[in-house]
């Protein structure tokens, strides 16, 4: 017998606002010990939401945007209609983005590359990124890493 998703528990959406809690938490180098107190929660209730794992109510929703300064759509800005449906589509990058913004050098990343205003040395770095990384691919495939 296959065990049926719960209905009522979390959904992609809900990690979705999540790691959009955590990422913003992290740009503002918020603690979760302090997002709690702000909220009247403990730090491992911020955790819960921030993995998605607690879905994260509306009036809590609101008090959170006011304590990290962002509008209420900012947690659901980058949700499609196939997030919300099971699976991803083809080619979907979600799950890439996802990984990136969980982790201490992703956000470091992309604070510092959000700093950078001319367009074209942001474009240099996007080419020097790639670049690293066809290299890196070629190295791994040729047996050299």
Same mark, same amino acid.
């Given at each position: 017998m296959t065990s049926q998703p719960n209905p009522r528990g979390p959904n992609a959406v809900d990690r979705h606002v999540g790691s959009r809690i955590r990422l913003r938490r992290?740009? $503002?180098?918020?603690?979760? &010990?302090? $997002?709690? &107190?702000? $909220?009247g929660v403990t730090f491992q209730q911020v955790q819960k939401y921030e993995r998605g794992t607690n879905r994260v109510g509306a009036g809590r929703l609101f008090i959170l945007a006011r304590v990290l300064d962002v509008p209420v759509s900012f947690f659901y800005d980058?949700?499609?209609?196939?997030m919300a449906a099971p699976g991803f589509s083809e080619g979907d990058q979600t799950p890439i983005v996802d #990984?990136?913004?969980?982790s201490a050098d992703g956000? !470091? $990343?992309?604070? !510092?590359?959000?700093?950078?205003? #001319?367009?074209?040395?942001?474009?240099?770095?996007? &080419?020097?990124?790639r670049t690293l990384a066809a290299e890196e691919a070629e190295a791994a495939a040729s047996g050299e890493v």
């Open positions: 992290q740009l $503002l180098n918020m603690s979760q &010990e302090k $997002l709690g &107190e702000e $909220l980058g949700v499609s209609e196939s #990984d990136f913004i969980q956000v !470091a $990343l992309a604070q !510092a590359f959000a700093r950078i205003s #001319d367009p074209k040395v942001r474009r240099r770095i996007l &080419e020097l990124v």
